[in-house]
């Protein structure tokens, strides 16, 4: 039976979200580690159904991909010592990966998601991305128009420059992908979603629909990394 995430999990990233001190949290670290403990038994298991279709989950942990919760508060106007969810990144590497990946985000109150993309890549990274989708629009359409990617997503999502990146004409075809600054594809995934019995299918059937997207967003960069 495929492991499930508990209501406990959810209803202690709730209490953190009204009670993000550290007192509380050394009061309730218990519950923090039962919650975690769950969070990680899901993504072990979530990595061996994954490494079925998609290579990059082969031999991975949940511990290697998940985030500290504890937030770095150095450079931020928020003070908030803990992060009020989970998160977990899936690519070649692990969490720190700037590769194209999947990101699986577990939150109180309906705000978890899934998503895939390359998120805020480097210079050289960015150039790539733009060029192959200038070279191959006809593809990117067709993968994000495939009704299993469009029912989940929608639309691509990121943030995205105001003017016409250097290089392009404000009328390329593509202008409209080419001005992202990031390729994300979201899911949204409600407390009901998220507390089933076939979450763990969701999950899959998500991640799935997403990855012809991911592997489009990969495939620019293969040989940068060896130059």
Not at 5 to 23: G, P, S, Y
Not at 153 to 179: C, H, M, V, W
Not at 193 to 208: A, H
């Amino acid at each position: 039976m495929a492991t499930t995430i508990d209501k406990t999990t959810l209803t202690f990233l709730a209490d953190l979200t009204q009670n993000n001190n550290r007192e509380w949290f050394q009061e309730n670290k218990p519950r923090y580690d039962a919650a975690r403990k769950n969070y990680l038994g899901f993504l072990d298991e979530l990595m061996e159904e994954m490494a079925l279709f998609e290579p990059v989950a082969i031999g991975q942990k949940g511990k290697d991909l998940v985030f500290r919760i504890y937030r770095d508060v150095r450079f931020s106007n928020d003070k908030r010592p803990y992060k009020d969810h989970f998160g977990a990144y899936i690519a070649e590497g692990g969490r720190k990966s700037i590769l194209p990946g999947y990101y699986l985000h577990l939150a109180a109150n309906n705000n978890s998601f899934l998503a895939g993309g390359l998120w805020m890549p480097p210079a050289d990274y960015l150039k790539a991305v733009r060029q192959e989708i200038d070279y191959n629009l006809d593809e990117l359409e067709r993968i994000i128009q495939e009704p299993s990617f469009k029912d989940r997503f929608g639309s691509i999502q990121g943030e995205q420059l105001k003017t016409t990146p250097k290089g392009y004409d404000k009328d390329n075809p593509a202008i409209e992908y080419l001005r992202f600054k990031s390729w994300n594809a979201t899911m949204q995934l409600p407390d009901k979603v998220v507390l089933s019995k076939d979450f763990m299918n969701t999950v899959l059937e998500g991640f799935k629909a997403v990855k012809p997207f991911n592997d489009f967003l990969r495939e620019p960069l293969r040989d940068i990394g060896e130059e």
